[in-house]
């Protein structure tokens, strides 16, 4: 198993640096035809999501689309997909930040129904209510 770091798969996706694209294609080829495992974590999701939407500008489908065929790739792995892909989700739904959607479905899966914040897109999350202290 092997750890693909936020840049390579920006790489992949925006195709600026073609030589490196075309250098991360073979990489994911490879893994997919040799059934080598490739690795990558939750923070690393959240972080392509941030360099698209800020630095691409990327509407929130595009990059809802771009990762989610990234979670969808054979043979490689990242914690919580499930409900990375269901953040994605609420994020392109309710127009919401993607940590702000991750963390209203953590919520909800503890049966948390409200929550301290100043951020007033958690009052477009149906089942939770959004506190100022």
């Not at 991360?24 to 999501?49: D, G, S």
């Not at 489908?61 to 499930?82: F, M, Y």
Request: charged residues 30%.
């Amino acid at each position: 198993m092997k750890f693909v770091d936020t840049n390579i798969f920006i790489r992949y996706l925006t195709n600026d640096f073609p030589r490196k694209a075309d250098a991360c294609e073979k990489l994911f080829r490879n893994a997919i035809i040799r059934k080598e495992v490739l690795f990558t974590t939750e923070l690393v999701i959240a972080e392509i999501i941030w360099v698209l939407e800020s630095y691409y500008e990327l509407p929130k489908e595009d990059v809802q689309d771009k990762v989610g065929k990234i979670l969808n790739t054979p043979n490689l792995t990242c914690p919580h997909k499930d409900l990375i892909i269901e953040a994605l989700a609420l994020y392109s739904e309710k127009n919401i930040d993607y940590i702000d959607a991750y963390n209203a479905l953590i919520l909800k899966e503890k049966s948390i129904g409200k929550a301290f914040s100043y951020d007033k897109h958690y009052d477009r999350i149906d089942w939770l209510a959004r506190l100022e202290p």
